[in-house]
């Protein structure tokens, strides 16, 4: 017997009432890591440094609209850019799958711009090599089980062929990973003149640009720069940061994270109540036995500190483990639509820290108001509570 | 010439109830010498349990002074007072105070928390107290399962498992049939006559008081005037 065991049986005093609080606690934090997962994949929370330095430029009215390729030879002139290239909407689904993104690209300029994406010597080669070629990020290919090889039809919602099919098959020559989890994690890059070429409108025009500074520029004045080159054309540009656009783009979904942090709240406040409840009136059940320990010589403070430990028994070792479901079930969420949240789907060190945060404001939250006020009262008043 | 061991000197008491002050104890002045067995009797609130708490340190007097060992106790602070009691008093309650959730070896053993004795040594005070309150075979039984004589014989053997010299007993038996009363008293004797326990009991049952050594009267919180001597 030591306190240790106190407390332990004390957790277990009523094992009905531990088990369905302990279950409340895993459920709160099991949606907690989830709901934190999506959100972060939503909004794109860890966007990466190289998406916030790339620009983008696109058409002032909507992505949508195309802009012309000759626009490509005026930004590269311009002073302070670095580099540019461009990329296309290719809006596709393979199979009955929902649609992912594919953009039609020119291969090097593309892979220098994105240095994030990690490709194998052989695969690159293969994949300049090879016209029809395509090379995906990896949770694509888990996604649909592709290998280097395979040849996937892929139905555009957009691009019919010269031919008036709207299927195009491409032949996967490489799957890349990207290092940084960012915005091209779960794309499928093709070849642009391959798709120019065989589609049968809008030829000779891009979805938007892509372009790097030499850092001769604040990033403010080269995006200014670049919209005024384009100024009272019949095509007007704007221009903005990578991670500006992934971001603007993911909120056509809605203000996620508002949404998410609002059922996050709710759930645990519930959670809290509940818990909050129990403890109390499990530590209100003890008042009289708190008055035994003091009569034995328990100080105020010893039972405080078996109180407090009782709290976060009860809490932290089952939202620990939540947390840890909570997480397998964003893998296997990330490995069954890994297309659909290209950057995976995960938490980072920020959410984890939230959740122990939180555990510790539920157990502590729930055992101090009731212990606090049992131990100011004296010991004769304690041994009178029936 | 006997050891004096406990004493009061003209201790009382007060609770305010609301605006009214309400005298519990008046004046309290009193000797007890180490190994004796006295008897606390009177009517209720006559403020017996009050002056047992002030005897345990559970409480503290208004005025007047509490010497135990030639200590004033009253004067100790909330921390060091718990201290004290941990060494120097078991409490021995009506209702035997036992916690549910632990079996009765566990009960007894939970004043032996507050000492640095490591397990093996606590395990052998448990098992020497509960032996000698008769109950070795019992030690793994969960209050629940024991009958009241037997609950209060751990609760006896949990306030002697520390050694401590003095034993405060509030109605030990008031809650036993008359049998199981005689068999606590009979335990309660032994152990002030053979392990040498100062034993302070509060009763109302002339029967348990006739073990005492002497028996003192309190009425309206006063000392009656002639300690009996019964035994």
Known sequence: MNRFTLVWRNLWRKPIRTVFTMLAVLVVFFLFTVLEGLRGALTLSDISDESQERLLTSHKLSLVMLLPVAYQSRIARLSGVEAVSHASWFAGRYQDNP??????????????????????????????ENRGGAIVGRPVATQYGWQVGDRVPIRSSIWTRANGSNVWEFEIEGIFDDIDGGVNAGVMLLHYDYFDEARAFSNGTVGWYVSKGDGSLPLEDLMAA????????????????????????????????????LILTAVVFMILLVTGHTMAQSVRERIHEMGVLKTLGFTSGSIFRLTVLEGLLLVLPVGILAMA?????????????????????????????MGLALMLAISLGSVLPPVIRALRLDIIALLRTA | ?????????????????????????????????????????????????????????????????????????????????????????????????????????????????????????????????????????????????????????????????????????????????????????????????DYGKTIVMVTHDPRAASFAHRVLHLDKGELGAAPEATR
């Open chain 1, 99 to 128: 649609e992912f993104a594919q953009y039609p690209v020119v291969a090097e300029e593309y892979l220098a711009l994105n240095p994030e994406i990690r490709l194998s010597d052989a695969h690159r080669q293969a994949w300049l």
């Open chain 1, 226 to 261: 670049i919209d005024a080159e384009f100024e009272n054309s019949p095509t007007e540009t704007k221009t903005n940061t990578e991670a500006a656009f992934a971001k603007e783009y993911a909120q056509q979904f809605g203000n996620i994270g508002l949404i998410v942090t």
């Open chain 1, 325 to 353: 479901l909570g997480w397998g079930g964003l893998a296997f969420l990330s490995g069954a639509l890994g297309a659909l949240f290209p950057a995976g789907l995960g938490i980072g060190t920020r959410s984890v820290l």
């Open chain 2, 1 to 193: 010439m006997a050891e004096q061991l406990i004493r009061l000197t003209g201790v009382g008491k007060s609770y305010r109830k609301g605006r009214e002050v309400v005298r519990v104890l008046d004046g309290i002045s009193l000797e007890i010498n180490k190994g004796d067995f006295v008897g606390l009797m009177g009517p209720s609130g006559s403020g017996k349990t009050t002056l047992l708490n002030l005897l345990g340190g559970l409480d503290k007097p208004t005025e007047g002074v509490v010497e135990v060992d030639g200590r004033a106790i009253s004067a100790l602070s909330p921390g060091a007072l718990a201290k004290w009691r941990s060494g120097n008093i078991g409490f021995v309650f009506q209702f035997y105070n036992l916690l549910p959730v632990l079996t009765a070896a566990r009960n007894v053993a939970l004043p032996l928390l507050l000492t640095s004795l490591p397990a093996s040594r606590r395990k052998q005070h448990v098992n020497t107290a509960l032996r000698l309150v008769g109950l070795a075979e019992r030690a793994s039984h969960y209050p629940r399962e024991l009958s009241g004589g037997q609950e209060q014989r751990v609760a006896i053997a949990r306030a002697i498992v520390s050694d401590p010299p003095i034993l405060l007993c509030d109605e030990p038996t008031g809650d036993l049939d008359r049998a199981t009363a005689d068999e606590i008293m009979a335990l309660l004797q032994q152990l002030n006559r």
